[in-house]
């Protein structure tokens, strides 16, 4: 399958949002799909194009000119598990390293949480070289715990 990533924009919530709705599974709480949809527009996001379709998308928000964190990220569910992702990522990691970003970091439900669709979710960001620096059980409520992952951007070469 050939696909596109397109150069992180603004104002793209409402691209996204139908890609957010069709993963009930991560994203299945309307107001917390409410507020992604809303910050999704104010931060630079990058758009995953099949046959001019968008599939896919990447939203980055930078906290410290050396640090940023992946805000979200979904793609459509029928384009799971074919690289989409993994090529996101990739490129917002290299044009973060020529920002001068030495930290991405992500948000996720922690382990404590049986959930089978963050384990996946969890399994994505460790294969692609992340690492838990701690768990914030209260940040989402004690049903939510929250997971951060870190990776260092400072070695990335293109």
Partial sequence: MEFCIRAAELEQGAECEVILRSLPEWFGIESALKAYVDRVDRLPTYLVL??????????????????????????????????????????????????????????????????????????????????????MPELWGAENPCLILIKGLEFIKD
């Fill in 50 to 135: 099949a046959d001019e379709r968008v599939v896919g998308f990447l939203s980055v928000e930078k906290h410290f000119s050396e640090s940023a964190e992946i805000h979200v990220m979904g793609i459509l569910p029928e384009f799971h598990r074919i690289g989409i992702g993994r090529a996101l990522l990739k490129k917002a990691e290299s044009d973060l390293v020529t920002q001068g970003v030495k930290f991405l970091q992500v948000k996720t439900l922690s382990q404590s949480n049986p959930d089978k669709n963050y384990a996946k979710t969890r399994e994505f960001y460790l294969s692609m070289g992340f690492m838990p620096l701690e768990e």
